[in-house]
């Protein structure tokens, strides 16, 4: 069973950073994606960013690129989501997700384990 467990969230003003980690323990599947979403209020779960353990592939949806930046440490079991340059956009629950079968990165179709979400807030 594998357990994602995230932190980093909270309160910051627009301009800010903030960075989330994601600590997954139990058996990950190394060939498949580990990923964030976000939900912000009143809308559907979106796709943030994924990538892969190897680290050579990264995916960012449109919104994020050049703010945000996914990286994983392997020894640690643990992703990050660096978020810079955070707009009142950003508002959001973010989840990470572990990866469990073959799917495009963005589907949360691929995305079998879950994390429980951690608030980020940005006030304008």
């Known amino acids: 069973q594998v357990q994602l467990v995230e932190s980093g969230g909270g309160w910051v003003q627009a301009g800010g950073s903030l960075r989330l980690a994601c600590a997954a323990s139990?058996?990950?599947?190394?060939?498949?994606?580990m990923a964030w979403f976000r939900r912000a209020p009143g809308k559907e779960r979106e796709f943030v960013a994924a990538?892969?353990?190897?680290?050579?592939?990264?995916y960012y949806t449109d919104s994020v690129k050049g703010r945000f930046i996914i990286s994983r440490d392997k020894a640690k079991n643990t992703v990050y989501l660096q978020m810079n340059r955070l707009t009142s956009e950003d508002t959001a629950v973010y989840y990470c997700?572990?990866?469990?079968?073959?799917?495009?990165?963005?589907?949360?179709?691929?995305?079998?384990?879950w994390g429980q979400g951690t608030q980020v807030t940005v006030s304008s």
């Open positions: 139990g058996p990950t599947f190394s060939v498949y994606p």
């Open positions: 990538i892969y353990w190897s680290g050579a592939m990264t």
């Open positions: 997700a572990a990866g469990t079968s073959t799917r495009p990165v963005g589907s949360e179709r691929g995305y079998g384990y």
